[in-house]
């Protein structure tokens, strides 16, 4: 095999998706010693927002510099590369998370034993279940009391709407637990409850009749254990790796990440199962990781935190080709050559600048604003990535200069952010006034702060009602309807950054008014379509 493709084999490319506080930090901490990559637990910083003694968003910077760090954590294990990115759990910031998904091949969905499926796992899975990306879930804190083990892959199916094969199982739980029968790989797991160990004890039991599994684990719960295993046999589907790899069907182990139980087998079988990078879409014909040009597009920008140094780091993902520093590539959009003098590539918990990349991998490239997320990077060919749109905001304000003196500052300072996707920016037809749009109302702060300490310029908000942002599509742009709407909508059109039309609906009733009055006219609740 040509090394080229011994690159792609061997990249493993995924993220981490949870609500908050069900153990993605702490699972990816294990990973990473797993790895080697870091020496000691508690290395990995949480890009949780905390609630507390900070105002939001200073906490909200203070998270901003740990997910530099995060972004992408890289290390090798058992010969394969692994990349995993960062999603910040918070809801404000789904938008980040589901951006990042894009630039996936495969995810981990962490669960709490005792919460269940939550919101913000039920809003990312679906993202993940629309786009057939290859999901393994991970049900953690087994150590603790919390839901039966069928009941919880009941949850699972019902409210994700996964078809779930379990590849471990529980033995006994919180007090009682007494650790997994690994389905995947027909041994038992024994819990001790040290967290220090990192090799575990395995035991290998290939026939679970065997008297040898009730000396380990007790005649009770060996009973136990093979009534609940033959029952599973017959509720689920067996293992299959293409079902795994086209999102029909989902694996699902049990562990206790803070106890590093359970991690090892989760991980031994990731890099068993889990896909190498996938091909990816583009407006002109689907791309191949083994093409020989190089091909890539921004998932990510992270401004610099130093106030001294204005550029900014854009993540692109490597989808074909191998990325070379100091080559000339296309920048689609902008039609024009540029080079990287200093590529960056991300290791666990630090960056170096690079010379080649392979698909699969992300190069962090400085950048002084040039580049928005969704741009396509080539070594020359005219197309396009899709699969990065804009969700309709669900916060509305209009923005306003507070600093006659500084308004080019501003307007660059909203410019800047609105590329790294922290918000959007519709300017209304009528009189050209800027409203912003967001997910979360912690956002407008973030906006105003840094405006004022990067940008040195200063805004004031004002109230708007807008229900939804809608993307406008006529069926035919020259028809009566549509100029009709036009002239009737004129107050609640906008347009976004790219250009595109939008109408701002005040209600949810003045939305399905006009929906019903103008049949031929697509009303879009995302950017692309
Ligand atoms: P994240 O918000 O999903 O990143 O969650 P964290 O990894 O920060 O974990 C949230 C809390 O759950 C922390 O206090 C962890 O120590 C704890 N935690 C994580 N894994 C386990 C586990 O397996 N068992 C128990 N008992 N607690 C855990």
């Not at 996936?104 to 034993?113: A, R």
């Not at 590539?345 to 997320?373: C, M, Q, R, W």
Request: net charge negative.
């Amino acid at each position: 095999m040509k090394q080229y493709q011994k690159e792609i084999n061997k990249r493993r490319t995924f993220g981490i998706i949870s609500h908050p506080d069900a153990g993605k930090t702490t699972l990816t901490e294990k990973l990473l010693l797993f790895g080697g990559a870091i020496q000691e637990a508690g290395a990995v910083k949480s890009n949780k927002i905390k609630k507390g003694a900070t105002s939001d968003f200073m906490e909200i910077e203070r998270q901003r510099g740990i997910s530099v760090a995060t972004s992408v954590l890289a290390f090798e294990y058992r010969d394969i590369k692994i990349n995993i990115l960062d999603t910040p759990g918070h809801k404000d910031f789904a938008e980040d998370t589901f951006r990042t998904l894009t630039a996936v091949d495969s995810v981990i969905v962490v669960i709490d034993v005792a919460k269940g499926v939550e919101e913000q796992t039920e809003k990312l899975v679906e993202v993940c279940r629309m786009r057939n990306i290859p999901m393994i879930v991970f049900i953690n804190k087994l150590d603790r009391e919390g839901k039966d083990a069928f009941e919880l892959l009941d949850e699972i199916e019902q409210k994700l709407n996964l078809t779930v094969t379990p590849l471990s199982f529980p033995i006994g739980m919180g007090y009682d637990f007494k650790g997994i029968y690994n389905i995947w790989e027909k041994n038992v797991n024994l819990f001790t409850g040290d967290p220090r160990k990192d090799i575990e004890e395995t035991v290998e039991i290939s026939d679970l009749n065997s008297e040898e599994l009730d000396d380990l684990i007790g005649e009770k719960a060996a009973d136990t254990l093979r009534e609940e295993l033959e029952l599973a046999q017959g509720v689920y589907p067996e293992f299959d790796r293409e079902a795994y790899l086209e999102g029909r069907l989902q694996p699902v182990f049990f562990g206790s990440a803070l106890n590093n139980f359970g991690v090892r087998e989760l991980l031994d079988c990731f890099i068993s199962i889990a896909p190498p990078p996938r091909p990816k879409e583009s407006d002109t014909r689907v791309v191949k990781p083994d093409e020989k040009e190089f091909t890539g597009f921004v998932f990510k920008i992270h401004a610099n935190m130093d106030p001294k140094h204005r550029d900014r780091l854009a993540f692109i993902k490597i989808v074909s080709g191998k990325f070379e520093r100091n080559k000339n590539y296309l920048h689609v959009r902008n039609n024009k050559n540029m080079k990287f003098s200093s590529p960056n590539a991300f290791f666990a918990e630090k960056k170096e600048v690079v010379d080649v990349s392979y698909p699969g991998d992300i190069v962090g490239l400085h950048d002084t604003g040039n580049f928005k997320i969704g741009d396509t990077l080539t070594e020359g060919e005219n197309l396009m990535y899709k699969g990065i749109p804009s969700f309709s905001p669900e916060h509305f304000r209009y923005i306003n200069n507070a600093d006659p003196m500084k308004s080019k500052q501003l307007e660059k300072g909203v410019d800047q952010l609105m590329d790294e996707g922290v918000a959007q920016l519709f300017v209304l037809e009528l009189n050209g006034r800027k409203i912003i749009g967001t997910v979360g109302a912690l956002q407008f702060e973030v906006i105003q702060y840094r405006l004022e300490h990067e940008y040195g310029a200063k805004c004031t908000y004002e109230n708007l009602n807008v229900h939804k942002a809608t993307w406008v599509e006529p069926e035919d742009p020259k028809s009566e309807e549509f100029q009709d709407f036009k002239r009737v909508k004129a107050k609640f059109l906008a347009k976004d950054k790219s250009g595109q039309l939008v109408f701002l609906a005040d209600s949810q009733f003045s939305l399905q008014m006009t929906q019903q009055k103008y049949p031929s006219i697509k009303f879009h609740f995302t950017s692309e379509f």
